[in-house]
């Protein structure tokens, strides 16, 4: 099974609209072949990795290259 294409935010055009959030959950219980505990585990290591990658970044950024900007490790309620 491929993975569903999903549009990127450098390729994308202003004529383009983001695919809606159900789509996406479509997308990523396909891939999964529907088994919901699959993708909730695949996300949660996904995220798990990029918190890593974004500690990695910050130990090794210095504060001048970002101009004061520091990354948050948690998002803002919705």
Sequence with gaps: MQPAKAL??????????????????EAVLAWHDDNAKAA????????????????LAE??????MARGWSPRYERDAL
């Design 8 to 25: 990127e935010p450098h390729r994308a055009r202003p004529d383009q609209a983001w695919p809606d959030q159900a789509w996406e959950v």
């Design 40 to 55: 909730i585990r695949s996300l949660l290591d996904d995220c798990k990795h990029l918190r890593q990658q974004l500690a």
């Design 59 to 64: 130990s090794v950024m210095s504060r001048g």
